[in-house]
């Protein structure tokens, strides 16, 4: 039988790490989407919610192409289209948007919770929709909650939709009784089988746990000083801080990315509500073996494979301490569009000292070392993978990260699949 990893302690032993890294800040010309992509997600997870993109053509475009047609089922999400009267200042945007909201509230009962998503046109022209949601609450509620969220590609990267669109739902959490025991909070949108692994995996330590965010929005999770949380998604920061001027305490962990990472997350957890030792190596040994099993034949792939990252999801550090540690990869650049380093500091601990870390982007730059550094694998957005294959340097869709279930123990060798793929594409190719 393995032991637990005491990933406390060897964070300790292990003082070096990138704990004190200065990265390298690069504030140019990005490559990412914008955050409107989190509704891809996001509408599958909070099954009685619509998302209403209020923005262009362009909006409804890239949300219809990236999610997908629905066939069979009416989707949960829209545009709203601003158009060219709404522009000239010819039409009342705020009367227009209400009769939409109207229609489609009344054709659609199953809605329980509508959010207003802003893009960049609403924000050019300034459309205040923390006023329209207001607004329709006074008409819609109680039958119907409505929020408002940005998901403009104006300074964002595009998994801060998901961080927006938490942060707007923490106000309108229900406050737990005070001098209530402790309670478990899993922050971060996680697919629905994800989700029960975890929480199997906490039943059987003892721990109820309250997901956030919920499969239902009328099953919203308390909160309060007793709120103790986990993040399960590294770009939850706003969402973070409205948690904690709540009163909840974050419980600081590296992110549950592979055997390592779901093992100190879990492990976290655990400590903090005096799980005994044998409890929790009885909960987690079996899918933990299984999973180091699985990741022995992935790194006979990756060992020694020279890996860089662009900076598109913030999931890039927790990656990054998977690949090298537990797969071999050696890690030639770790972009970031943003660097937190007060969630970041379990996962920084981890990584080899010395690593290139760099923070924002100049693509240009970016793009010069890259080509001169030659690696392995690059893992970057879409709009930089094709003329990197081009040029025979072989890519990951850093997008697939954040679509597929990655988290976890049984997702683990899915998710050093993710990296070993290419590579054996492109040696099939060659051969
Ligand atoms: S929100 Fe902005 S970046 Fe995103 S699709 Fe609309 S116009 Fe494009």
Redesign the pocket.
């Known amino acids: 039988m393995s032991t637990v990893i005491p990933i406390r302690a060897e964070t300790s032993a292990q003082t070096a790490g990138c704990t004190d890294v200065v990265p390298l800040v690069e504030r140019g010309q990005r490559e990412v989407f914008?955050g409107?992509t989190g509704i891809i997600w996001l509408h599958r997870k909070i099954q009685d919610a619509f998302f209403l993109v209020v923005?262009?053509r362009?909006?409804a475009h890239?949300i219809q192409s990236a999610a997908g047609v629905m066939i069979f089922a009416e989707p949960r999400f829209g545009t709203a289209i601003i158009d060219e009267r709404d522009l000239a200042g010819l039409a009342d945007v705020h009367e227009e948007l209400d009769r939409v909201v109207g229609q489609l509230l009344a054709r659609r009962p199953d809605i329980r919770l509508l959010f207003l998503v802003g893009?960049?046109?609403s924000e050019v022209i300034k459309l205040d929709l923390s006023r329209a949601a207001e607004r329709q609450n006074q008409i819609h509620h109680p039958k119907v909650r409505v929020l408002n969220y940005s998901?403009?590609?104006i300074e964002t990267t595009f998994t801060q939709g998901e961080d927006a669109c938490l942060a707007a739902m923490v106000p309108g959490l229900p406050t737990s009784a005070p001098d209530t025991a402790p309670a478990l909070m899993v922050v971060g949108t996680l697919a629905d089988v994800v989700e029960d692994q975890m929480r199997s995996l906490f039943d059987r330590m003892g721990l109820q746990v309250n997901f956030f965010p919920p499969r239902n929005s009328q099953a919203m999770p308390v909160v309060g000083p007793n709120t103790r949380y986990l993040l399960a998604q590294p770009f939850l920061a706003d969402t973070a801080r409205a948690l904690q001027s709540r009163g909840a305490q974050h419980l600081p962990a590296p992110f549950p990315l592979g055997v390592e990472g779901t093992t100190a997350w879990l492990q976290a957890a655990a400590t903090e509500f005096g799980v005994a030792p044998e409890v929790f190596e009885l909960a987690t040994a079996a899918p933990r073996q299984r999973a180091e099993k699985a990741l022995a034949v992935q790194r006979q792939m990756l060992q020694g494979q020279r890996i860089f990252f662009f900076p598109d999801s913030q999931l890039e550090i927790p990656l990054a301490r998977f690949v090298h540690r537990e797969l071999g990869m050696d890690l030639v650049e770790v972009g970031t569009p943003y660097l937190h380093r007060q969630h970041m500091a379990e996962e920084l601990a981890l990584l080899p000292t010395g690593t290139r870390i760099s923070e924002g982007q100049d693509v240009d730059l970016q793009l010069d070392r890259c080509i001169a550094d030659a690696p392995d694998l690059v893992v970057c957005g879409l709009g930089l993978a094709n003329p990197l294959e081009a040029q025979g340097i072989t890519t990951k869709w850093a997008i697939e990260l954040v679509f597929t279930p990655i988290q976890g123990y049984e997702q683990a060798s899915d998710l050093a699949g993710l990296f070993s793929r290419p590579l054996k594409r492109r040696l099939k190719l060659a051969a």
């Open positions: 914008c409107l923005g262009s362009t909006c890239l893009s960049c046109p998901g403009s590609g």
